[in-house]
Each structure stands twice: as C-alpha cells, then as structure tokens.
C-alpha cells in the first residue's frame, strides 16, 4: 500500500471484503463490528501518538526557556 496513505492496510482490506456481503447479511453485521473495532484502535494510536507529540514539543519549549534564564 501507499505510505501516504493514512488508512491501515487491514482496514482497507475488511472494507474491501464487506463490499462484497449482502447489506444486513450476518457475515456484513460480523464485518462491520471487526471494521468498527479496527477503526478504533487506529483512531486512539493516533490519538495517542498526537499527545506524545505535544508533550515532547512543551517540554522542549520549556528547556530553551530555561536555558535563557
């Protein structure tokens, strides 16, 4: 898959097989809850890895103001 893409390989790959189920079907309702959970965990990795971020950057900012002291 693309690297710029910022959709996971494996939840293109479960939206992929549940295009091919029938709407309501019980193989689209179990899709659809493995597709949900994919989808949550990258959203709180994402999350995740946006507040280590931020923290690392006010920390920086706090030791160049220090520095300056």
Known sequence: MDKKSSIPDDILKIQKKLATFEVNSRNYK??????????????????????????????????KIEEEK
């Open 30 to 63: 179990k899709y659809t809850k493995i597709l949900a959970k994919h989808i949550k965990q990258h959203t709180m990795k994402k999350r995740v890895n946006a507040h280590i971020k931020t923290i690392e950057k006010i920390e920086e900012i706090q030791k």
